[in-house]
């Protein structure tokens, strides 16, 4: 009953209004790219950009299911259920490890995830983050199934490789091997998936291999024989998984080389190379973000709970106190996993906020232990309970923020986890185009053309997707001026210039500019700092607004 009022509560705050902030930048970006996937069934891996192809993959089921066809049938619900179900799934997936953790320590890792506000909130991004630490986590829960198949012996020997045929001639696996065996394909099929969800993966399984070696002697005493048998079954299955997405089901077999060379662009920008530098922050970023957040209204916000806990869980591993032998083990294994994550990240300069997902699981995984660690040194009944209450009461807060982030400020820069957001202004450029649309006769068929330094006019392709004759630019193109022109304010010399000099002598039309308001000289906000402006031919204008406005 407890297990399913978490589970419900997590519900609630994933799935309710997913429509209430603007598209980030980047959630556009993937739904477009999933527009060809879903109209025209193709998906071609880029290097440079995008990520993988599995949130596009499992986008498709929701997008069949709720009849859509075409990218103007989807909407932002639509899109962002996608990492909602999968934030859920986090939430649930404790129950693998059971075992493992016990019963205190499993229902405090489904709350921690349940309630954390930036689990929360990045399980309702249409981005790759929920997607790449679900499959991580299910690689370690397959992991510790696997190591529980094995069945080692005292000595260090694994039933299951001990068990495998002598000769060829025996045609079945012992019930233990199979097992074991299934949980290898499982374990590959996680890591395949990882690969084809983001780069970042390597992240993970490395500090995975790391944590393993380390906190579970018994796999160094498999010995190399046994070691390489086993991986290379995993590795075979994943680079078959991994090629068979990143190849668009082998539509588009260059992705496969592209899924690997990519690393030297990745490399690059972890340093902040290129036209990433503005995300290079301090090795401290993420702590600020997570632990420390101050907002520009004075707003502060804090996870300080999970970090405390999550100290307590790492002193458990170490100190050997307040678990048993089985969950001294997981503790150990989650605190070289999520010591090495967090480090990793923090070394390197190029920073978004979301990209603390990955290390903040792992330090939930610990905050759970630790909790139940301190339950677990407490002899008296009383103290228990007064322990109990006290944390409840700050996971309440934790909630509290949580609800705070995704609800009350979900595209505010007072939210620690508002990154370069779409500003609700956006929207109010949308209806613009929309009634001048309307107005116009020509509805979707008006001609439209968005001109902005370096393509930077995002989300506006997911916001205009129900036009059929709009053109994106990064400067004024060779082609006639637009009736209708979307520029920013420093490239509104080059563009008056291009409508009034581009046409021939007797073809020239005047334009009106037009804005929002007298009091935002610079046009509508596209994210802070960044305007939009938009230009109209004077009939057209005269046609929408008649003398309305000036």
């Known amino acids: 009953m407890v297990f399913g009022a978490v589970l419900l509560g997590a519900a609630g705050l994933r799935l309710a209004q997913l429509e209430n902030r603007p598209m980030h930048c980047d959630e556009a970006v993937h739904a477009v790219k999933f527009g060809l996937l879903l109209e025209k069934g193709q998906y071609r891996y880029d290097p440079h950009e995008f990520h993988g192809p599995t949130l596009n993959y499992a986008t498709l089921p929701i997008a069949w299911l709720c009849g859509a066809r075409s990218l103007p049938d989807i909407t932002e619900r639509h899109l ?52 790449l630490v679900a499959f991580s986590f299910a690689a370690i829960i397959a992991l510790w199934r696997l190591r529980a198949a094995w069945q080692f012996r005292p000595d260090g020997s694994a039933v ?12 079945h696996f012992s019930p233990v091997s199979r097992k074991a065996i299934l949980w290898l394909v499982v374990l590959a099929l ?30 160094r005493r498999l010995g190399l024989r046994r070691l390489t048998a086993a991986a290379v079954v995993v590795l075979f299955v994943a680079a078959g998984v991994s090629a068979l997405l990143m190849s668009g089901f082998g539509q588009h077999p260059q992705g496969v080389l592209d899924s690997y060379a990519t690393y030297l662009t990745y490399f690059r920008r972890a340093g902040g190379a290129g036209s ?21 209204g004075g707003a502060v916000c804090s ?18 106190f ?18 090495l994550m967090t480090a990793a990240y923090a070394a390197i300069p190029y920073k978004t906020p979301w990209c603390a997902i990955g290390f903040l699981h792992g330090l939930i995984m610990l905050a759970a232990l630790g909790a139940a660690a301190l339950l677990g040194v407490l002899r008296h009944a009383t103290g228990k309970i007064a322990l109990a209450v006290a944390l409840l009461a700050a996971a309440g807060q934790l909630t509290w923020q949580a609800y705070r982030a995704s609800f009350v400020w979900p595209a505010d820069p007072d939210n620690p986890y508002v990154y370069a957001h779409t500003s609700p202004q956006l929207l109010e450029l949308v209806a613009e185009v929309q009634r001048i649309a309307e107005r116009s006769g020509l509805s979707t068929e008006l001609y439209v053309q968005v001109i902005c330094p370096e393509d930077d006019y995002w989300p506006l392709p997911w ?23 979307i520029t920013q304010p ?10 009034y000099t581009w046409p021939k002598p007797g073809e020239r039309f005047q334009y009106v500019r037009a804005g929002p308001a007298a009091e935002q000289p610079l046009g509508w906000e596209l994210r802070p700092n960044v305007f939009l402006a938009m230009y109209l031919r004077r009939e057209l204008w005269e046609l929408t607004f008649g003398d309305s406005r000036p």
């Open 276 to 296: 990433e530098g503005p995300h290079v922050y301090p090795p401290w970023q993420y702590l600020r973000w997570l632990l420390a957040w101050r907002g520009p």
């Open 303 to 320: 996870e300080a709970l999970i970090a405390l806990l999550a100290a307590v869980g790492i002193g458990a591993a170490l100190g050997r």
């Open 322 to 339: 307040g678990v048993n032998h089985i969950q001294l083990a997981a503790a150990r294994f989650f605190a070289v996993y999520t010591m």
């Open 190 to 219: 996680c890591l395949g998936l990882m690969h084809a969800t983001k780069e970042t993966c390597v992240i993970a399984l490395l500090a995975m291999v790391v944590a393993a070696v380390v906190a579970l002697p018994e796999v």
């Open 80 to 131: 962002r259920t996608v990492a909602a179900l999968f934030g859920l799934l986090l939430v649930v997936m404790p129950l693998g490890l059971r075992r493992e953790l016990g019963a205190t320590a499993c229902l405090s890792a489904m709350l921690l995830t349940a309630i954390s506000p930036a689990m929360v909130f990045y399980s309702r991004y249409y981005i790759q983050e929920m997607l």
């Open 160 to 171: 299951w490789l001990s068990a495998v045929p002598a000769s060829i001639e025996r045609p």
């Open 490 to 499: 420093e490239m509104e010399e080059a563009v008056v210039e291009y409508v």
């Open 463 to 485: 916001y205009l997707r129900e036009y059929r004759r709009i053109g994106w630019y990064g400067q004024p193109p060779d082609a006639p001026p637009a009736p209708l022109i």
